[in-house]
């Protein structure tokens, strides 16, 4: 069994950084950082293979964020750059249960943390 722990969420103004830890227990595969927004679906904004040899981001992300993968600790860091109101939401990390290719489909993923809220002023 997978236990997902995130942190580092938190109060940022527009155009100011923040970087969210996502601490796992468990073996891993692709993971991925999603969000999720009142009243809008989960989508997942950045992904990463099991060895983080390939990573990917949505287009409302490329370029601002960035994902670090320890495979020694077994964390998976999210850095957040020039944050717009938009991407105001809660956080999640997520992981798959077997050997998977880069998804930004939250239903791929088998395993959730509990969230960590991220809130951008403008």
């Known amino acids: 069994q997978v236990q997902l722990v995130e942190s580092g969420g938190g109060l940022v103004q527009a155009g100011g950084s923040l970087r969210l830890s996502c601490a796992a227990s468990g073996r891993t595969f692709t993971m991925a950082w999603c969000r999720q927004s009142p009243g809008r679906e989960r989508e997942c904004v950045a992904t990463?293979?099991?060895?983080?040899?390939?990573?990917n981001y949505a287009d409302s992300v490329k370029g601002r964020f960035a994902l670090s993968k320890d495979n020694r600790r077994n964390t998976l860091d999210l850095h957040m750059s020039n944050l717009r109101s938009e991407d105001t939401a809660v956080y999640y990390c997520a992981s798959t249960n077997t050997w998977t290719g880069l998804t930004f489909n939250p239903s791929d993923y088998d395993y959730w943390g509990q969230g960590t809220q991220v809130t951008v002023s403008s």
């Open positions: 990463i293979t099991r060895a983080a040899t390939n990573s």
